[in-house]
């Protein structure tokens, strides 16, 4: 079945979107979401969205990793439905969606998205990193030279180190340039490498940076290799609210591929 597909980036996170309220392709399909992002054989993405009617929201979104399994929250992901929703007329400014973490609340002017993330309560705090959950799970950590860092090698010995089991975990490495202004680079599970930008990973960055003191800003700007994000919250205690994940989210272009049911 020849189905139509829309490529978006939210600051180089590359999705694959499909209306998925009329085709009903299945939610298990696990062969051919892989094969969609895969960069050579496929479209190429960093993850593929369906955009599906929802009871008690606007829209419900299913969210896959290049690897083809369901996966997490994602950040950016989240982003780019919304503006792929505007564009098909499911709404207009603001939104309310369903996740696999929950309700989300997001508003959109041009391509600038702003969503709502979860609140956040469980951060650890180890020696050299910090863990924390920001609807996907996150080891973040410092380090003072980010050029040099081999990404893939060093996030994927922590990703599949003994620390996190086989569940894995997403790693994001920090440098902090100012006070509100930190540089980030993530390893992505579901991916197995680094990508551009990851929105839970900033997420992550700009909490776990104010929790163990490196500022004490509520707003900050988190330079992805993508471009940059804005991430805002409220902090009560060592709670975490009013979570926002703020940038761009861009339609590159519209095809059609064949989906095998």
Same mark, same amino acid.
């Given at each position: 079945?020849?189905?139509?597909?829309?490529?978006?980036?939210? =600051?180089?996170?590359?999705?694959?979107?499909?209306?998925?309220?009329?085709?009903?392709?299945?939610?298990?399909?696990?062969?051919?979401?892989?094969? +969609?992002?895969?960069? %050579?054989?496929? /479209?190429?993405?960093?993850?593929?969205? $369906?955009?599906?009617?929802?009871?008690?929201?606007? $829209?419900?979104? /299913?969210?896959?990793?290049?690897?083809?399994?369901?996966?997490?929250?994602?950040?950016?992901?989240?982003?780019?439905?919304?503006?792929?929703?505007? $564009?098909?007329?499911?709404?207009?400014?603001?939104?309310? $969606?369903?996740?696999?973490?929950?309700?989300?609340?997001? =508003?959109?002017?041009?391509?600038?998205?702003? @969503?709502?993330?979860?609140?956040?309560?469980?951060?650890?705090?180890?020696?050299?990193? +910090?863990?924390? !959950?920001?609807?996907?799970?996150?080891?973040?950590?410092?380090?003072?030279? +980010?050029?040099? @860092?081999?990404?893939?090698? %060093?996030?994927?010995?922590?990703?599949?180190?003994?620390?996190?089991?086989?569940?894995?975990?997403?790693?994001?490495?920090?440098? %902090?340039?100012?006070?509100?202004?930190?540089?980030?680079?993530?390893?992505?599970?579901?991916?197995?490498?680094?990508?551009?930008?990851?929105?839970?990973?900033?997420?992550?960055?700009?909490?776990?940076?104010?929790?163990?003191?490196?500022?004490?800003?509520?707003?900050? =700007?988190?330079?992805?290799?993508?471009?940059?994000?804005?991430?805002?919250?409220?902090? !009560?205690?060592?709670?975490?609210? %009013?979570?926002?994940?703020?940038?761009?989210?861009?339609?590159?272009?519209?095809?059609?591929?064949?989906?095998?049911?």
């Amino acid at each position: 079945m020849n189905i139509t597909f829309y490529k978006y980036q939210g =600051t180089g996170n590359d999705f694959i979107l499909i209306d998925n309220r009329h085709y009903q392709l299945p939610q298990s399909d696990t062969e051919t979401v892989a094969h +969609l992002c895969d960069r %050579k054989f496929g /479209v190429g993405a960093d993850g593929l969205i $369906f955009l599906e009617n929802d009871e008690s929201s606007d $829209f419900r979104m /299913v969210y896959y990793n290049a690897d083809g399994n369901q996966s997490t929250m994602c950040g950016n992901g989240g982003r780019c439905i919304v503006a792929f929703a505007k $564009f098909l007329g499911v709404i207009e400014s603001k939104c309310c $969606f369903n996740a696999i973490d929950g309700l989300h609340y997001a =508003t959109i002017n041009d391509d600038y998205v702003e @969503l709502q993330m979860q609140d956040v309560s469980d951060i650890q705090r180890y020696a050299n990193h +910090l863990f924390l !959950d920001t609807g996907s799970p996150h080891h973040v950590q410092m380090e003072s030279d +980010l050029d040099d @860092l081999d990404i893939k090698n %060093k996030g994927a010995n922590i990703r599949y180190g003994e620390l996190y089991g086989k569940a894995g975990i997403n790693v994001n490495f920090v440098n %902090k340039l100012d006070d509100s202004h930190f540089r980030v680079r993530t390893y992505e599970r579901g991916v197995e490498d680094e990508t551009l930008s990851c929105g839970t990973g900033v997420t992550a960055v700009a909490i776990a940076m104010n929790y163990q003191g490196n500022t004490s800003a509520e707003s900050i =700007t988190l330079e992805s290799e993508g471009g940059p994000l804005q991430v805002s919250f409220e902090r !009560d205690g060592d709670i975490y609210k %009013k979570v926002f994940l703020k940038g761009p989210a861009v339609q590159v272009f519209k095809g059609e591929v064949n989906w095998k049911l």
